[in-house]
């Protein structure tokens, strides 16, 4: 069984640019959540996809973005970088609403 | 008031201790309760569900008291291998999470 699989591992951006993040959730889950945890704090949950559509919002701006694939695979999107952007980000997926979340490595972004 | 609160820590303890991380949380409604461990730069893992009833998984002991909103879990015989951050997590609708901000564990020998 695959687990939760990140990529890239670690980026670097300048501020104002634009930001992809992927995701591949654990095989047979079809639900996928975004949290950013910035240094020293717990995971914030961004968004949340089940079947591709959007299911729930954490407190973040319009400029964060996702996707949800027929596959459930996943994209997170940043635009208009800011240096508070800079952060650990961490895809999760469930099998269902009621199961427990399985976390990626996380993609570590800097924004200078 | 923070919707997840946990002590700040760091704890220091030698092995062999005891320890008992706190956790409070603001919403009633809140339907299901965690603690995930974080290890230095890793993503955080499901350490133990935690129930009304209590529940132990070897060393680790959780509880939950819903009419107080109080989250606890105990460490005993505490091992080098159990340096970690300690996140404690409530789930409402939808199965998204709430994190605390942590408390970190530093086992010492």
């Known amino acids: 069984e695959t687990g939760v699989t990140q990529s890239p591992t670690h980026l670097i951006k300048t501020r104002g640019q634009q930001v992809t993040l992927r995701c591949s959730s654990q095989s047979g889950h079809n639900t996928v959540s975004w949290y950013q945890q910035a240094l020293g704090q717990g995971p914030q949950f961004i968004f949340q996809?089940?079947?591709?559509?959007?299911?729930g919002r954490g407190n973040f701006p319009p400029r964060f973005s996702g996707l949800q694939f027929p596959n459930y695979s996943s994209e997170l999107n940043v635009n208009a970088l800011e240096l508070d952007d800079s952060a650990l980000y961490l895809c999760a997926s469930s099998l269902d609403n009621d199961s427990p979340l399985h976390f990626g490595n996380g993609t570590r972004l800097t924004v200078t | 008031r923070k919707e997840v609160e946990q002590d700040p820590g760091p704890f220091n303890v030698p092995e062999g201790a005891t320890v008992a991380f706190n956790c409070t949380y603001s919403n009633s409604a809140s339907q299901s309760f965690f603690w995930y461990r974080q290890d230095c730069r890793k993503e955080p893992k499901l350490l133990m569900s935690v129930y009304s009833s209590g529940n132990e998984d070897g060393r680790f002991t959780a509880q939950l008291n819903r009419a107080s909103q109080y989250i606890s879990l105990l460490i005993r015989d505490s091992k080098l291998s159990d340096s970690a951050t300690y996140l404690c997590?409530?789930?409402?609708?939808?199965?998204?999470?709430?994190f605390g901000k942590g408390t970190m564990l530093l086992v010492s020998p």
């Open positions: 997590v409530v789930q409402g609708g939808y199965s998204t999470l709430t």
């Open positions: 996809y089940y079947r591709e559509e959007e299911n």
